[in-house]
């Protein structure tokens, strides 16, 4: 099958060997996948993981190995955390644990790729695939509801208009609180000020202590920085990116204002499929470009320059 | 008076002039102070204090400037954080507040300090002033319970076997958890040992990933480091240190795991009193050395070296 894998470097192939579904798994013929800042990091290191990447994706179910067959035909999203059999905690801390396109198991960005048959979640016809397959960074966006009381009277800051930034606030404004999108690019912010959403540049942003929470979806170590100057005592800070760089930090200020960091991931799929419909979500908006996957190695390096939101791969005509 | 402050170095003073109490403030004759790691701190640089250090005192009010003197001549303790005096908030969190000893206010290690007497705590005859000096350290393992949910079944962990480390430790098993402290010095960890508390050498823990709680109270970067390690996916990390230092981080982990980092400072003195009259407190026990105020530059070498616990300084006779 055709594929975008990495080990060592990023190579698209014409001839990778097709996954085989254990028991209880699906075959899965992609459709259409997003790149996602993760894929970006691996290519730098993030996780040490060699093998085909890519965790958001739509695809349509061709087989089972197992004795229920009815999504079989059926259009698709999986969760992308693979919990040995026996786990029966959140999935996304199983220990021994493979993630889709991350660690220990090969992801999307090919023809075809497996998942457990309770990972997978049909999709609505009423949803378009270009829509559906932001169903992964829209329930990660969502874990910080899930995780965190938000408040409709908090004041709140979403530092980074990439990708992950611009979902945050669109799904935090919901929860009607007070929220700025602080990034650092004109014509991205200006995607989130056409639906009503408060924005601003970072470097203008009046670093004056008093925000309930901050979002640091940057990407960056400034980003948790400038975190950690905007929050009041005792605010919470949702730390989003995962970076594989290390940097020098001082969490004196942590201690100092009582800050409380709250790491968080994966979220749930279920109410981000529910949020597909909604009309104030505007999630194809967010795509910037779209490639074949034989053109996956250019549409990595289209995801990874500062002009770009949302890439998407195709793997259909 | 005397006193020992902090101006680019440490030094003993006889005639440092004494503080006058503003209105609403009491002056109070200091009989006893602890050297905390905070006052060691600050002489590397941390806060940019300058004046007279010293926060942790007993000692007796000689005058007040305000209608209601009715502590004069009592023994007292006293909180750190003195707020402006229209703010109605956390007074630790005050903006613009001063600290005793660590910003804008001159501290106890002197004849004399002031506090605002809404800051004063009587001390009941019961208690002598060699355990009443641990109040505020004793708040501040306190903190802990007062901002988090610790329960009788969490497995912890504390990181450090220090003066904080060891009244964490002593704290949390109050709650009926399964506490471990963990540290570097034998003779120190064989005081909690003697009390029937679970402890090993920081680097003989098994890092399993499996606690639901750590307790970051070594002082440096690596128990950061280590906490991370230790914790389960979604656990918390209580950060107690205030270090002056930066240093190299990969906060990737806290993503990755769903941890919660809690940074957690000042503690509430009303419950730290009544602790003070358990039986299972010991406190005294952690005091390994006393000097009298004009030895105040030894005692501060004392109190840095690795051999130490508690150093308390003697105003009096």
Chains 1, 2 share one sequence.
Request: charged share 20%; net charge negative.
């Amino acid at each position: 099958m055709r594929a975008l894998a990495f080990r060592d470097h990023l190579e698209f192939s014409q001839n990778y060997p097709p996954p085989q579904p254990s028991f209880g798994e699906a075959l899965i013929r992609v459709s259409m996948a997003g790149i996602c800042n993760t894929d970006l990091e691996i290519t730098k290191g993030y996780m040490g993981f060699s093998g085909v990447l890519g965790h958001e994706f739509v695809g349509t179910v061709e087989q089972i190995n197992a004795p229920d067959c009815s999504l079989v035909g059926k259009r698709v999203v999986g969760e992308i955390n693979c919990p040995p059999v026996d786990w029966s905690g959140p999935s996304s801390h199983a220990p021994g644990r493979c993630v889709l396109g991350i660690s220990g198991r090969n992801g999307a960005f090919a023809d075809y790729c497996t998942l457990p048959v309770r990972n997978l979640h049909p999709v609505s016809d009423l949803i378009p695939s270009r829509r559906a397959v932001f169903v992964e960074p829209l329930a990660a966006a969502l874990r910080i509801l899930d995780d965190i009381h938000i408040k409709p009277s908090h004041r709140i800051v979403v530092l980074g208009d990439g990708k992950l930034g611009q979902l945050c606030a669109r799904v935090l404004r919901r929860a009607g609180c007070d929220i700025i999108l602080a990034g650092k690019y004109p014509e991205k912010l200006a995607l989130s000020v056409s639906l009503g959403i408060n924005t601003c540049l970072s470097d203008e942003i009046e670093e004056i202590a008093d925000y309930d929470v901050v979002v640091e979806a940057t990407g960056s170590v400034s980003g948790f920085k400038q975190a950690l100057r905007l929050l009041r005592p005792q605010g919470t800070l949702i730390l989003k990116s995962t970076l594989a760089d290390t940097a020098s930090l001082n969490l004196a200020l942590v201690v100092v204002n009582e800050i409380r960091v709250i790491g968080n991931r994966c979220g749930p799929f279920a109410p981000a499929l529910r949020l597909l419909t909604e009309p104030d979500m505007h999630l194809e908006q967010l795509i910037t470009s779209e490639y074949p996957l034989e053109d996956g190695v250019v549409a990595m390096q289209t995801a990874a320059s500062n002009e770009s939101l949302k890439v998407l791969l195709h793997m259909e005509e």
